[in-house]
């Protein structure tokens, strides 16, 4: 009777380790798997390394960085011991990814490197926190510093902090930078330009909100926002889904939609953009997307990375990586919980120029 019993408990913890097998095996795995299609290379998941994973795969992605990172003589690296400087295990780690090497995790020194500067192993994070931490390390820790304030350039949105007086119509501004941009979400359903567009939309203070007004000398109503000055090559869009209320986060999986070539020109009004003229350069192609699934409390971080070599989309997932298409990428828009949701975006600036080489 026990025997029967124990067989028949055996066989179904069976069935349902083959299962958890199949979904979680090389997301865990300490074995040297992972795959590779197309130059992109599966990463190992490393001590929950999952979201420094998908941004691995997304700043592999990023030509711009690699040339950038790529002229930095390491030989003289600043007075930062080597196994604590970021940009410098960062270069390495994204060299060995675009090498035909072997090496089943090549990104465990630049792990432990960031391990060692408070980005910690076994521990889940924020993409868009540790993306910008990336790139403040790049700023701090780089001996070069012309080439880190370059690599900044690549990625920063210059804006107006814009403040006007409705009484007496005297404007206060302020220039400052955006690393990525923090699109606030609707519940429901949201558009890429809607949330752009919002972004950038001056807020009428009145009444309890009024403003001191420097020229009248008292509070007055008065316009206040952001406005645009200039886009970078690479724009980081964060689309904030993760709402902190009384000490509790919760998750936004409203649903998204984001296009794959966007002219934020057209997004954008002439009240929103500082200065008296569009700039013609503001069209962009979508090239990577990294996705979280799972909620505030635990969740998984993969990328959509669109392939330069042969304009087609892959999905990195740690270890593994797979050929992806567009529809697939589209399930990111979210909309129904449970999926993977899309929640950073990296458009890269067409330049007009190599668009015409290419066609002619
Ligand atoms: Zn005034």
New binding site residues.
């Given amino acids: 009777m026990g025997e029967r019993r124990q067989t028949t408990m055996a066989g179904s913890g069976l069935s349902r380790s083959v299962s958890y097998l199949d979904t979680r095996t090389y997301r865990h795995s300490t074995s040297d798997y992972y795959s590779r299609i197309q130059g992109l290379r599966g990463l190992m998941n490393y001590g929950l390394s999952c979201c420094v994973n998908a941004l691995l795969q997304s700043f592999s992605a990023t030509h711009e960085l690699l040339e950038l990172l790529n002229k930095w003589d390491t030989d003289d690296c600043g007075a930062l011991d080597k196994a604590h400087n970021v940009p410098l295990q960062l270069q390495r780690t994204l060299q060995t990814m675009q090498s035909q090497g072997l090496q089943p995790a090549p990104h465990q020194d630049f792990l432990r490197c960031l391990d060692r500067n408070n980005i910690r192993l076994f521990k889940q994070h924020d993409a868009d926190e540790v993306f910008l931490s990336i790139l403040n390390f790049i700023q701090e820790q780089m001996s070069d510093k012309e080439l880190a304030q370059e690599i900044r350039r690549l990625y920063m949105v210059k804006v107006e902090e814009y403040l006007q007086?409705l009484?007496?119509r005297?404007i206060e501004s302020a220039t400052s930078y955006l690393l990525s941009l923090p699109l606030p979400l609707c519940e429901g359903n949201n558009t890429l330009e809607e949330r752009f567009r919002d972004f950038f939309e001056l807020q009428e203070l009145k009444n309890m909100d009024e403003c001191f007004?420097n020229?009248?000398g008292e509070k007055?109503p008065a316009r206040q926002g952001l406005r645009l000055i200039e886009l970078p090559p690479v724009v980081c869009i964060h689309l904030k889904r993760f709402r902190s209320t009384d000490g509790y986060t919760k998750k936004l999986h409203s649903k998204v939609s984001f296009p794959q070539t966007i002219d934020f020109n057209k997004v954008l009004g002439p009240e929103q953009v500082s200065g008296n003229f569009l700039q013609s350069e503001w069209q962009y192609n979508l090239y990577a997307v990294i996705v979280h699934c799972g909620s505030a409390m635990s969740g998984h971080y993969t990328a959509y990375i669109k392939h330069s070599g042969d304009n087609e989309w892959y999905h990195a997932d740690d270890s593994r990586v797979h050929k992806a298409k567009w529809e697939e990428v589209k399930y990111t828009f979210g909309g129904s919980r449970g999926d993977g949701t899309a929640y950073m975006l990296l458009y890269r600036r067409i330049e007009k120029e190599k668009e015409l080489e290419c066609s002619g």
Avoid: A, I, L
């Fill in positions: 007086c009484e007496c005297f007004c020229r009248c007055q």
